[in-house]
């Protein structure tokens, strides 16, 4: 029986690398970012997965060994050095006899443990998931010839394949007929894609901002890409119908204790009755009756309160049916994209719109990046000013009210720039592209900055691109613990940030704590001091009065309690972060006529939350209840459409 399994995984990685080297190029919107490479030796196979992601980028090597009698024996993955060189891995496993051997510490045993054996099950697939394309091929491939095509993984969990979609398509040797296969973990709903052809063979990832294709297949990207595009639509909107209740004639909220958004202030035992998707009546309860045929929520001792801003994430296609879920679920009822394809984010935006998604509302912010290696992940490349102007009108007729630049759009094109996308009507944010500093952004017409880093970064350019191009979060985090925030030179940034009305979107979930793994400062003594120079550093933008919005830069907001958590932290009292989070953001895009606040007239985004934010603000946490104009849904049943509860 354990020969049937390694017979299968063997024939998988057969058919994926049949050749003794097989080539694939990775794409960042149509232009070469990287490679993954295959060769076959002997016994072993070895997968290396290298491509440039602006200054950083993914590095993987992967490789598979294979007995004389075509067993798999071992497997191991390593990150690849600069220099080429792969050190030693940092994951592992070994097959001995009929049981696994686990080589590395960490995973199930625990940090510095080494997990132990266990016997190999011969329905089960048996690999290291590195997300590599690779490694998604054989994982499709195995599932494909399994009952019901669902299997056990090792070390844990389930996999199940559906087949949603085929195509044939051209490619520079002939038109080749290709598959994609869904690739779903456990319950979960949201699955990972992978294009494979007739004989099993990986033909391309699926749609993302860096895409692994097999060369000379560009051409078919287009169809490729409208048949997942399709599937991911009808899976979200059927997802919305599940989660959404069904419409009554009026919403109407009984007794809760109202947060005043405008004024900051508690009213308790209010009650807002609902109609369509307008608040029409907000009122003491004993004096606000509710109308016949009304949906009721008792709100008896519980917060209600406006629904929360997002101010920065980044829509992917699957965020309709995972990601916006999850952001109902954290109690945001608007998002600000700030980097997203364009017809991902405006069919997501449009769609919200017509009751058809699960999902906050969406405003859109339009992405421009210049020329160059180190390029972000769009198609947005502006490198004269006749292309940029051109990239902001299409934004603005699209509905866009942002321009938000990355880091190497060439400085000379910033006034005009600055002055077309003012001229419309629409705002001008981004990061500091190279050679400016914060104020020079600033004096150049920046509205807002995004990520409080480039507030360490900016008092030290070289160090961002002297002598190659580094990551403003790296510089930032090692400049971070050094740094004195009260000192004067950011004393006088932050009366120059007030003096020019400048908006700081901050993202300091991002640092504080570690933050993600590719921006943490790193080292215990480190981080504390970086950690208590963010949080000063938030405190110090309050106290001198500079406009805050809270973001995450993600796209599931799954971090956004932890960013206003930081706020209170840092020192900002609780009513003024709930301000921050509803209201104020509302001001910032000029929506406070609609938004923001609990008043009749005023669409109905509103939450209600099982406990007191407005005295601490980590009750935010507690969000049971969330209404996007007007259509209700439960964190409960938000969680249960994302787990694959009935």
Known sequence: ?????????????????????????????????????????????????????????????TRYRFGADKRLTSSD????????????????????????????????????????????????FLGIRTGAPYDQALLANFLLKQPRMTARVQPGGTARAEIVGEATVPTSNGRRHVRLVMLFAGTSTTPNGVWL????????????????????????????RAIEVKYRNAQAEAIAKKVTAPRAAAVVIKNGDLFDSESGTMRPNMTVVIRDDKIVEVGPAAS?????????????????????????????LNNQSAGSLVQLAQGLTTVRDLAADMDV?????????????????????????????????????????????????????????????????????LPAIAAETHRRG???????????????????????????????????????????????????????????????????????????????????????GGGAALVGAGGSANQQKADAAYLRLIRRLYDGGVTLVAGTDNSYGNTYHREIELYEQAGIP???VLQIATIGSARVMKEEKDYGSIVAGKVADIIIVNGRPAQQVKDIEK????????RVYTVKGLYGALSGEK
């Open 1 to 61: 029986m354990i020969g049937s399994f390694f017979t299968l995984v063997a024939a998988a990685a057969a058919t994926i690398a049949a050749s003794d080297s097989s080539s694939y190029v990775v794409l960042n919107h149509g232009r070469r970012a990287g490679d993954m490479v295959i060769v076959s030796a002997g016994d072993s196979t070895v997968v290396r997965w290298i491509y440039v992601d602006r200054n950083r980028g993914t590095r993987i090597e």
């Open 77 to 124: 993955v390593r990150q690849i050095a600069a220099n080429g060189q792969a050190p030693e891995p940092n994951a592992a496993f070994e097959i001995r006899g009929d049981s696994i051997h686990w080589l590395i510490p960490g995973g199930r045993g625990g940090a510095g443990q080494v997990p132990p054996a266990e016997k190999v099950d011969p329905t089960a």
């Open 197 to 224: 052809d007739d004989s099993g063979a990986l033909f391309s990832t699926d749609v993302q901002w860096f895409i692994t294709i097999r060369p000379g297949a560009d051409a078919a990207l287009p169809v490729l």
């Open 288 to 316: 606000v009756a509710t109308p016949a045929g009304a949906s009721v929520i008792d709100a008896t001792g519980k917060t209600v309160m406006p629904g929360m801003w997002e101010m920065h994430t980044h829509l992917q």
């Open 345 to 413: 984010a405006t069919s997501q935006r449009d769609r919200e719109r017509m009751g058809l998604l699960a999902s906050p509302r969406v405003i859109l912010a339009g992405f421009i990046e210049g020329p160059g290696r180190w390029a972000g992940p769009t198609d947005v490349i502006a490198g004269t000013e006749g292309e940029a102007l051109a990239d902001i009108a299409r934004y603005d007729s699209a509905g866009y009210k942002q321009i938000k630049l990355y880091n190497i759009v060439q400085q000379d094109l």
């Open 426 to 512: 629409m705002r001008l944010s981004g990061h500091i592209p190279r050679g400016l500093s914060v104020p020079a952004a600033v004096l150049l017409g920046y509205d807002e900055i995004q990520h409080a880093a480039f507030l360490f970064s900016t008092f030290y350019q070289d160090s961002l691109y002297v002598p190659t191009m580094r990551a403003y979060s790296a510089v930032a985090t090692a400049v971070a613990p050094n740094i004195d925030v009260d000192g004067a030179p950011m004393s006088d940034l932050i009366k120059f940030l007030h003096d020019h009305n400048t908006v700081i979107d901050g993202t300091f979930n991002l640092w504080i």
């Open 574 to 576: 609780a009513p003024r």
């Open 623 to 630: 969000v049971e209840t969330v209404i996007r104009a007007g």
